[in-house]
């Protein structure tokens, strides 16, 4: 008899378009990381920085990773978005505040949400959370 266990739900996604600016990043600065924080002048707008180029706060929420680059997240804003399924998609254009690897590009990277599902929500990957300063 063989046993299935179920796979567990991712909470992020990336779209054909982001990746291939992920992996051209990726080239060009070498490791990367993002940064979603929940306000100010980059709004809710996900940041691509060098790996190490921005400090992750106590308590800021790692909910996956695009081309082995980690997608951190303001502690709040996944209080707020711990529910939702995030796709990491880019669009034309410099968003607010400028700060993103992508922006001398004319891109921004942008946020798509969806609601889990209640079988979704059973079966999420854990997070990791930084425990240190």
């Given amino acids: 008899m063989f046993i299935l266990k179920s796979k567990k739900m991712k909470r992020l996604a990336v779209t054909e378009n982001a990746l291939a600016l992920v992996q051209m990043l990726k080239e ?9 924080a929940g306000g100010c ?6 940041q691509c920085f060098e790996k190490g180029g921005f400090y992750i706060r106590t308590g800021d929420v790692c909910i996956g990773e695009i081309a082995e680059c980690e997608f951190w997240l303001d502690k709040d804003l996944f209080e707020y978005w711990k529910n939702a399924h995030f796709t990491l998609d880019v669009m034309d254009g410099i968003g607010a505040g400028g700060f993103s690897l992508e922006t001398p590009y004319g891109k921004t990277f942008i946020i798509n949400y969806r609601l889990f599902t209640e079988e979704e929500l059973a079966q999420l990957e854990p997070v990791k959370y930084n425990t240190y300063d």
């Fill in 41 to 46: 002048c980059e709004g809710t707008q996900p």
């Fill in 28 to 36: 060009k600065f070498g490791d990367l990381m993002f940064y979603q």
